[in-house]
């Protein structure tokens, strides 16, 4: 099994001013990343991560604001990223936020697909070797909400599993052989962080909303720790293969399930070629 090492690494990390996003950098500085650029539009809080990163780590990580729903924005904070660093070894799709409510569903959108689609192809077309581009890994954080069906927020539900989808359809062979750009997608289970605050409000309509929060508290559902899913994002970077699909859940361990994924579309493949 090959393994793949953060040292000596440039990462650019997508809705990282906080959260899961922060974690991350802070776990792979740790783990010898050489830069971090932190992207958020979360401007005071961004630059106050940077600077406590830099503080642990000897000036190592940049904020940089960037709206990911906006495609200037988009191209500027990359543009940025090169300018600073002169590299971008992997890019990690963290930006999220899960919001069905009427005058939001539009942007949580271009937040949750669009800024993915953007930032992997920008990514790709940067790092091919086809290209000269020196290689590299992009990281798509899909959802549990990609895998199963979430009646309060179907608007989360179709944009995760069209990221699942968008990852899965660009890795396919020989994707990798010929540009040396890994691409891994993650399904995270329910975790303990805001995204999963003030559920009532984030529904499609409120009534949905209320049953869904209620669903949680009355299920017995486990919200996963924070730092088991910093763990999987670990692991899955290590030793994750090319186009492989993991799975994060409960704080147990991370798991590959790029072949139960296949699976699937093998089924889906036989009705259209019986």
């Given amino acids: 099994m090959a393994e793949w ?5 440039i990462f650019l990390i997508t809705g990282a001013a906080s959260g899961l996003g922060a974690k991350y950098a802070h776990a792979f500085l740790e ?5 971090v650029a932190i992207l958020d539009i979360a401007e005071e809080l961004g630059k106050a991560t940077a600077e406590r990163l830099n503080k642990a780590h000897g000036d190592k990580a940049v904020f940089i604001k960037c709206d990911v729903s906006k495609e200037e924005d988009i191209t500027t904070a990359f543009d940025s990223v090169l300018a600073q660093f002169k590299q971008i070894d992997v890019i990690i799709n963290n930006a999220g936020v899960m919001v069905d409510a009427p005058d939001m569903w539009r942007t949580a959108t271009d937040v949750n697909y669009q800024g993915v689609v953007s930032f992997t192809l920008k990514g790709v077309n940067y790092m091919r070797q086809d290209k000269g581009g020196l290689g590299g890994t992009i990281i798509n954080i899909a959802s549990i909400a990609a895998l199963t069906k979430v009646p309060a927020l179907p608007v989360y539900c179709g944009a995760k599993m069209a ?3 968008f990852s899965q359809s660009l890795a396919e062979g020989p994707f990798y052989e010929n540009t ?3 691409v891994l997608t993650i399904c995270f289970g329910l975790t303990d962080t805001p995204l999963l605050h003030n559920l009532e409000e984030k529904a499609y309509e409120r009534n949905a909303g209320e049953a869904l929060a209620n669903h949680v508290v009355t299920s017995g559902i486990v919200y996963q720790k924070p730092s088991s899913a910093v763990a999987a994002m670990l692991q899955m970077f290590k030793i994750g293969a090319p186009g492989s699909i993991w799975f994060s859940n409960a704080n147990k361990p991370v798991k590959d399930i790029t072949q139960v994924i296949e699976n699937a579309f093998i089924d889906f493949r036989k009705l259209l070629l019986p």
């Avoid at 090492?5 to 690494?9: G, M, T």
């Avoid at 783990?31 to 830069?35: E, F, H, I, S, V």
Wanted: no cysteine; hydrophobic share 30%.
């Fill in 163 to 165: 990221v699942l989808h």
């Fill in 31 to 35: 783990q010898g990343a050489k830069n």
């Fill in 5 to 9: 090492d953060a040292k000596d690494k």
């Fill in 180 to 182: 040396g750009v890994r």
